[in-house]
């Protein structure tokens, strides 16, 4: 099926478009942007630079991709965003490539739904099916994993990493890495607990979860150092992937701090 291009859209001669594109009013595409088969872009939409967007994504108005990241070290080097399938973008939404003097990548998942506002920063990493939420904000170098869930108006800072399953709640501040299946709300955001509706919903079992807040718990006692509580939680649970995947989330980057409960909590 050949793309349907409104006449009101400037198209350059050297994208690419993929069969059963549509193209709405007013939108402007570059050069070296790549759209994937039934990409809908309703109008307004403006994708510049070395923009690739998987099939069956769609745009709605006044998104914009592609344009210099908003790095001032930034020197004008090639860089790109890649943006996997059935990705939703709704108004407003902003996303800017890597830069030159690090990541030179953007890189979105499959199945992603940004909603009204959102920003994504330079060189930021986000997994498959992650929910960013009305007005949420997403700084440079971050790292999302999959099933994540921003909630609206949040503040994510820049090189923070956001594991699996994680839920940040509305209008949260965000400096520290959150653990994966962690349920994070405030300003500065604090670890609620897990996100335990999050897991119901995705079909973990019962036991799974109860497992999971166990060691929750060994892992965010008030007794001994936290070292030796991540230790204790390593050894007692070393056949629980789950909660392997969170001792290993932690351990990955020691340098950075980790989102961590209030105190008495």
């Known amino acids: ?38 990409v809908e872009l309703i109008g307004h939409v403006s994708l510049n630079g070395r923009t690739k967007i998987g099939a069956d994504c769609k745009l709605y108005p006044f998104v914009s991709m592609g344009y210099p990241p908003q790095d001032f070290k ?3 080097g090639p860089v790109s ?3 996997g399938e059935r990705c939703i973008f709704r108004e407003n939404v902003n996303i800017h490539p890597g830069t030159d003097i690090g990541n030179p990548v953007t890189k979105i ?21 992650v929910v960013v939420s009305n007005g949420a904000q ?28 994680a839920f940040i709640g509305g209008m949260a501040t965000v400096t520290t890495d959150v653990i994966p299946y962690g349920f994070v709300t405030g300003n500065p955001a604090r670890l609620a607990g897990l996100n335990v509706i999050g897991l119901k919903r995705r079909d973990f079992s019962r036991r799974t979860i109860q497992d999971m807040r166990a060691a929750y718990r060994l892992l965010f006692a008030q007794e001994g150092t936290f070292s ?18 969170i001792v290993d989330f932690i351990k990955m980057q020691e340098s950075r701090s980790i989102c961590m409960p209030h105190l008495g909590r």
């Open 109 to 129: 998942g499959d199945d992603c739904y940004f909603m009204v506002g959102t920003h994504l920063a330079h060189e930021g990493q986000m997994g498959n099916h």
């Open 74 to 76: 930034h020197r004008g």
């Open 138 to 165: 997403i700084g440079g170098n971050v790292v999302i994993g999959d099933h994540v869930v921003l909630g609206g108006l949040c503040a994510i800072h820049q090189h923070t990493r956001i594991g699996n399953h």
């Open 228 to 245: 030796e509580r991540l230790s204790d939680t390593e050894k007692s649970y070393k056949h629980d992937e789950f909660v392997t995947e």
């Open 1 to 38: 099926m050949n793309p349907f291009i409104h006449p009101s859209a400037i198209i350059a001669s050297d994208a690419k478009l993929g069969a059963g594109v549509k193209i709405g009013p007013y939108c402007v595409i570059g050069a070296n942007v790549e759209l994937g088969d039934n």
């Open 81 to 83: 965003i890649e943006i």
